[in-house]
């Protein structure tokens, strides 16, 4: 049974979202605080974060990427903040997909299962792919990346698509095509998300993110990966 933690101050949404997810058979966990919400990532078996960005002691985009450094167990956002510039900063910072207040606790149901499916799905991958003399490193049945022997903490999202990238080197990906392989059918948000997680890739695997040597942009289409395997 998946445990899954929820993180609201306030305490009707809990136990609304609780309520739901306990009636669709998960297991979980509350916290109020993100003080409270990192603890019991560090102690804990998460499997998945419910997450929102007001929160009494810090901010949600705070928590994210604390638990970011410690763990890459899915993030799934809420927050009444609606601006493109909130939902950006929020994936930026390793949260896996993004719901906005007020929402139908069916539809938080309905993410959950989305984003725990997709990542299920690479949980099955088992290749070790090399690159540039070991330089980079996927190991998918470990789910672990690493550069210059060092892990890299990639968040699920981020993970799922430069496998996908490295799975088919020199293959030009549209951006639509890399929404699907990666977010799943089921995204109805702004594709240009890839380009965030794109970014975020290059700041963690490569030497100069402003002109990377595996993650490559194809003008007018999407990427490519350019990596060399050894």
């Excluded at 509350?30 to 960005?53: C, H, K, M, P, Y």
């Excluded at 606790?105 to 690479?122: F, G, H, K, L, S």
């Excluded at 594709?191 to 700041?203: E, S």
Aim: hydrophobic content about 35%.
């Amino acid at each position: 049974m998946k445990t899954i933690l929820v993180v609201d101050d306030e305490s009707k949404i809990r136990d609304v979202v609780v309520s739901y997810l306990k009636k669709d058979g998960f297991q979980t966990v509350e916290a109020e605080t993100g003080s409270e919400a990192i603890r019991r990532v560090q102690n804990e078996s998460i499997d998945f974060v419910i997450l929102d960005l007001m929160l009494p002691d810090m901010e949600g985009e705070q928590v994210c990427q604390a638990i970011r450094q410690i763990h890459s167990v899915p993030i799934l956002m809420l927050t009444a903040k609606v601006s493109e510039n909130n939902r950006i900063k929020g994936l930026s910072m390793g949260a896996d997909d993004y719901l906005i207040k007020p929402f139908d606790p069916r539809e938080v149901v309905a993410r959950v299962r989305a984003i725990m499916r997709r990542t299920d799905e690479y949980h099955l991958l088992a290749d070790r792919l090399a690159f540039n003399q070991g330089e980079l490193i996927i190991d998918s049945l470990k789910q672990q990346v690493f550069r210059d022997g060092q892990p890299v903490n990639l968040t699920p999202n981020e993970y799922k698509l430069l496998l996908v990238l490295a799975k088919h080197p020199q293959r030009h990906f549209s951006r639509e095509e890399l929404v699907e392989r990666v977010l799943g059918y089921d995204f109805d948000g702004d594709i240009r998300t890839i380009d965030q997680h794109v970014k975020n890739i290059r700041q963690k695997i490569e030497g100069d993110p402003k002109s990377p040597k595996y993650i490559v942009t194809v003008y007018g289409t999407g990427y490519r990966f350019a990596g060399g395997t050894t």
